[in-house]
Structures are given as C-alpha cells and as structure tokens.
C-alpha cells in the first residue's frame, strides 16, 4: 500500500482520506512540521501517535533511541542482567548451602575441622623450623672455628648452612601461608553463618 504523507491536516479530515487504512500515524519531523502515513514513518523525530479508523489513539509509540540513549540503555541492560545472574548464583548457594548445614552447629563444627588442619601444618612448620634453626647454630658455630683458625671450612659445611637457610625460609613462607589460609576459613565461615542466620531466623513481623 503507497504511502501517504499529509502535512497540516486536521485529523478528521485526515481520517476521511485514509478511511481505508486500519490505522494512521502521526508525528513531527526534524522541522517540526506534522507528517502522517498508514505506515510508520522514519522521518519522525519524535513520538509517534497511531490512531484507529475510528478517530481514537490507539498508542504513544515512543521516540526511537538516540546513540547516546541507545549507549545508556545497553548499559543498563548489562548491569541487570548481571544483577540476575549474581541474584541466581546466590539462590544457588543458598540451596546448597541449607542442604549440607542442617544448623548451625554443623557449620562450626566443619569450620574447626578445617582450621585443625591448618593449624597442625602451621605446628609442624614451627617444629621444623626450631629444629632446623639448630642444626644452622651448629653449623654457623662450627663456620666460626674455622674463621678462628684462620682455616678453610669445608664445601660441606658451606653447603649445609646454604641448606638450613633456604629450608627455614621455606618454612616460614609455608607458615604464611596456613595462617593466610586460616583467616579466610574464618571469613568463610563467618559469611556462611550469617547468611545461614538470615535464611533460617524468623524476622520479628513474623
């Protein structure tokens, strides 16, 4: 069907001429200047009216988008579809959450089994480290008679307090890291236990 553009037109008259269509649409263009069409109409700038055969507005078809708005709305559009997605993921933990913890006493208990573990690696580290630390005075003190005599220490001994260096090292790095590992058990589980608070505690309005 042609288009058919009038501009100007008061719409019963408007509706006279396009009587044939089932609908009419209005709108302005960049000029200001009223176009109409039984189509829509890519001139407009604006909202769209579209009217039935019958005179009545039918719907206000919005202004399309400009590029900025456009820009503005897909980032809109992002954040909520991040929000849903983190919104499902924390259903998600939830449910697994009250499936494994039937209370909260099952959450310390699973909380100090990890930290046990934890903290017997930190001891055994310790341990190691006292012990190692010895054999180092040993042999430093050993080094030093050497020096005293003005002698040269063996390869060995050299060797053994490079060992004892590096070993202690390795173990105060180890020991770092357990009780890195403990304080995020501890913020694990003090997060789980909240969450669980908030999930399984009545409000007050109940």
Do not use: W
């Not at 553009?5 to 089932?22: E, M, Q, R």
């Not at 980032?75 to 983190?86: L, R, T």
């Amino acid at each position: 069907m042609k288009n058919t553009k009038i501009a100007l037109l008061g719409l019963p008259l408007l509706l006279l001429i396009g009587s044939a269509h089932a609908q009419i649409y209005m709108c302005k263009d960049a000029a200001g200047k009223t176009i109409t069409s039984d189509r829509p109409i890519q001139e407009c700038t604006g909202a769209v009216r579209e009217f039935g055969k019958d005179g009545q507005l039918k719907r206000t078809i919005p202004a399309p988008l400009t590029a900025e708005q456009k820009k503005q709305k897909q980032i809109e559009d992002e954040k909520q579809k991040a929000e849903a997605a983190a919104a499902a993921e924390q259903r998600r933990q939830d449910r697994a959450m009250l499936t494994r913890y039937s209370n909260e006493f099952e959450i310390n208990a699973a909380r100090k089994r990890l930290l046990d573990q934890e903290q017997e690696q930190v001891k055994r580290e310790n341990i190691s480290v006292a012990d190692t630390e010895k054999q180092l005075a040993a042999a430093n003190d050993e080094m030093t008679s050497y020096k005293l005599k003005n002698t040269k220490p063996p390869s060995t001994l050299t060797h053994k307090i490079d060992i004892a260096q590096t070993a202690i090292q390795d173990s105060q790095r180890s020991i770092k890291d357990h009780e890195e590992q403990i304080a995020q058990i501890n913020l694990k589980f003090d997060e789980t236990l909240k969450r669980f608070r908030e999930l399984t505690t009545p409000t007050a309005s109940k």
